[in-house]
């Protein structure tokens, strides 16, 4: 069976995009620009289009993609876990802050 | 590499051969709208400005519809005055006159009111259309292009697909020769760094650093966090978490060359040639109004999500990124980079066809929106308040 396919842009990243709707516990291929490729099993449902963490990243850290950061992670992140707004933060144009 | 285009009298190249119909004000709009309706090849540039505004607002309003009257895409202009209003009327005559177009001008209020205004201004405009209408192409070198670029509506596929093929197209055009402008300061926040790094010279990343601290601080300004204003609901539905992660995506559609310098947003492109930034906010009708302005025969348009929006009188080029969108609007969306999600085309080859299509668009070719002219809704970007 074919796998949905995850994309790892820059060597960098800790998160890679799902270009399908992935149910929890699928198997996603992780790929990067190098044709490496890496299985992992999602930890929850994941829209298109949306991000998977490829390691477990700690509350406060860094999450990168293209290989810059795109914010820091509010919780405790596992490996496979679905990344977004619920546990990612953005540090610009936070007049709130 | 050629393009067939209206040669002007001031030199520049048209894409388009439109009478502009312009209110130099908000309450000009409803003559405009009807004179627009009822002439052959007329198009309006239905703002909401011009009055009650700070003097630096008034003379930006007022520049901006130079530009637009000015633009190469325009072959006449009818200037549609209420008779009050904040704009310098005068000025935005004088200037379009420089070009060399024919330019009227009617006022609601001298002429009676609207009736009397709407006919002497079908009169006008029914002329001015049958002036310029035996206007010919001619070919032309593609370094008379100037391109805008944008992004809007995007999801995690703009800045992997579609914002890919539009740096694809920058690149070339700039290799040819021609202008490419993009602007959407605000999604360069949290990208600068990389910007600054492309910048011709230190003082023009000063320059980028300058207008995005500006942006950031006047959407840090309520005390709020920005997100739902950027990244939009429709951003974050489709994956885009931050507006760092939507920046990042955003620039990759400026291609690779050196900045050569930023414009403000009433700038019009003189004898700017190469990669330029222009400084404006990300939504469409704010940027493509500030695009046409700087004299951009066209712009090319990525989208995920699918914007179906483009301008009276600069074909939009909407590219699409996400192979989901293309089949759902495909009568909006012109290209589908979708196919560069799904593995079946590589960016190269969508470019190619883009830079392609772009030619034809700028030959002639009419793009999906203006086909069936869903332009009408822009608007001037504005700094203070409406008092």
Known sequence: MNLNIALKVNDRDNVATIFAEVKAGTKVEVRDKKGNSETITVAGDIPYGNKIALFNIHIGKQIYKYGEEIGVATQEIKKGDYVHVHNLDSIRGRGDL | MDFMGYIRKDGKVGAR??????????????????????????????????????????????????????SPNVGAALVVSLGCEGTDTECLLKAIEKTGKPVEVICIQELGGTSHAIAAGINAAQKLSIGISGFRREPVDISNAVMAIKCGASDATSGMASNCVLGYVADKVVDLGGTVIFGETTEFIGAEHILVRRAKTPDIGQKILNIVNRMESRAKSLGCDMRRGQPTPGNIAGGLSSIEEKSLGAIVKSGTKKIEGVMEYADMVIDHKGLWIKDTPGREPEILTGMACTGAQCMLFSTGRGAPQGFPTMPVLKICGNPNTYERMMHDMDVNAGRIIIGESTIEQVGEETFDFMLRVLSGETTKNETIKYFGSMDIYTLGPVI
């Open chain 2, 17 to 70: 051969n439109h009478v502009a119909v312009i209110p130099s004000v908000v309450c000009a709009n409803d003559v405009a709208q009807a004179i627009v309706a009822q002439v052959q090849n007329a198009v309006g540039y239905f703002h909401h400005q011009g009055c009650c505004q700070l003097p630096p607002d008034l003379d930006r309003v007022t520049d901006t519809l130079i530009g637009l009257g000015c």
